[in-house]
């Protein structure tokens, strides 16, 4: 059964009342395109970081991790084709002074005031510019990085010399990302600033028939990534690129997408970029970044596969699934990986001393081990409530009984069914509920 | 026994080699003041950033995390006092061109040519500047920030709401910062991108001796926290700042120091900055942060304690002191839980199907509970070199008796011991010796 589909400003709603997500700088009127994350959305994004290492690199023996600076020589942006190429066109309304994309322009009238006076496109540059050192100069200009892929591509042979890997071997990396976007919007769907998770596998060119498997196993790993971390399936499709659409060094690229609220809208690049990306650096560095193999004994440099995915994309995405506005309550059916908080523990009461003290005692003694939170305000309906909005799989609370009895209530955020379970107990059996099980993930990405 | 202290060359040496830290763009002739996080580099600032995040936000019940972004609108430097105050002074050579910072400059003779031929000091601002939107004029500019905490401030009210906290409570946040300095230099002491780790700590104004109370605890709790990863405690020390050197707004102030290859100098600083910051935004945003205060019936803005950290300078101190450099071996005697890998599995031959399929059993069997990596490659003595210079605290080899006997030799970083642990026992035997335990940091934090 699939959830129905919540609106965008539902979501944006709980996400502030509830701490996920804020407009950056808004008591100064804001910043178009620059989200914060509070308290619980923080968690949240740590969770979804966490979970993706976790699947490309811990749980892997083929693939190593780097954090690349953000400021690089713009030579890198020269080499890689950023500078000339990485321009949206924008069209103004000489009437009304809005601006927009081309591309999402159907006709000659403005979408906004409705005036047929809009300029012809114009190019665009999307990387945000500025200066190193003391001098505001040619010599001294930067960019903010539009991508992180790039930074693993110059590091390319420090990091497989020091990694000691040969293809196919893949870099991870998590790090924020700049673009200086026309039309910023979808709430965190497109922002000026966000976060990218990255991975550059690279395999051996020959035969081709082997780059080829490889993009087939990342589109179905990252698939299954999401489905295992409690996507909807039916809320999940791929979109294959051909023809046209393809770029030219592109040998495949596939698209997931996700059913937004505003429409099926890409959440996860993968594509094949061949050796284009290490060739431009090896033409524009001049230095030699290929492999030597040892069976045909010839050079080559390795060809690479892209999974490209957005931090806060992802956690949207995560938002947005997990949302259900039920009769009675909103619940944020979290897979519990990424739930901010594991287990809340209540006291039933806050007048009775003896069964604030055994819940403080026993938060206290779960925190260690698990992500806990204690809430002793308004009654328990109203701590549900709460709990089942930031998307806290499981509550624990103390009462009368559980003085004599050594036992607790714990209550299941989707089903809200209630147990009795002893306190000498409870460690494992919370842990148990809630830790995944990585073996069969283990079994997939091992070779 | 304190270890002999490395040359900055030394260290700087082994995190190219082994994969610790880059230049960044290095294949461009690099980046002044920007740096990459290589395989094994990107772990340990990962787990910095873990031990970190577990003692200050994890493990206590009092603060929350925040995660803000890097563009923010222009009003909140102007109300910081950072666009009218953050400059350095500098000062030009006429002869040389070489450019120094005014407070490191000793006469009127410039350092490097050695002519008297100096500019007077001139102001030098420090934030990067850049452009948001199509337009470059002064109604789109943005800085990146210089500092994570302003985040804090400015979402001081979404923040405390959301998490329901009332002072004494801290807010934390993890992050990339950004500073034009004039001279970057010493590794990644002082670079112009580096990543924060901030803590604001709000605490109520009245009476003022809670404030100071406060401060002296997080003084002594970030010195411990370093001690508790195992910095020699001689290495460290408190600069307490008085009169003049202490800001106007400012309470009291103190650094902890670490005995650097080029001296002392600041690893963290910890300030208590009264209302200081919250007053600032208060009057330019003309927003109320304020609290009301049950007992005294008065609205109040909380005073606030601030430790702060850089990931990297962290980072830097923890290779420093962990560096050792033996007759037959280099070491880095890192803490358990910021070492990249916690332990490195081996066969001890290649060409023993058995062995080899053992081994491969074991670090499989070991990886979904504990980061390892598998090493097959040179003599088990080149094996060990390498890992003891990432400083893996643990080695496992699979040899000829392991078949029969189903155990496997576990060998010692620091102490070089060896011994025979069996095969079931394994798990446990690692987890044992490598976990910390964190019953005393929980009883130091939790109130």
Redesign the interface.
Known sequence: MVRPKPSMDEVVALA????FI?P????????????????????L??NVRAAW?RHMV??R?DV??????????P??WR?SGHLEHFHDL?VDCRTCKK?FRADELSGERCPSCGNATLTQPRA?HMM???????MEDASSV?Y?RPETAQ?IF??F???Y????KKPPFGVA?IG?A?R?E?TPGNFIFRS??FEQMELEFFVPVQPESEGMRWFDYWVEQRHNWFLGLGIQPSRLRRHVYSGADLAHYSRATTDLEYDFPFGWGELEGIAHRASFDLQR?VD??G?DLSFFDEESKEKFLPAVIEPSLGVDRACLVFLLDAYEKEADRTVLHLHPRLAPYKTAVFPLVRNKPDIVEMAVRI??SL??SL?TV?DD?GNVGKRYYRQDEIGTPLCVTVDYESLDRQDVTVRERDSKEQKRISVDRLASYLKHAIEPD??AV?DSV?R
């Open positions: 502030k009342r509830r701490g804020f950056s700088s808004e008591i100064y009127g804001g910043v178009n395109g620059a989200w914060d994350y509070g308290p619980v959305g923080v968690e994004k740590r290492w811990e749980l023996d190593v991790g780097v954090d690349t600076s953000i400021l690089m020589s030579d890198v080499a924008m601006r665009f945000f510019k500025t200066y190193i050192g003391a930067a903010l930074g110059v590091d042979k420090s990091i010399q020091t990694g000691r990396q924020k700049f200086n026309i000026r600033e650096h524009a560095s230095k938060e206290r925190r260690p992500r204690f305000s990585d073996t283990l091992a």
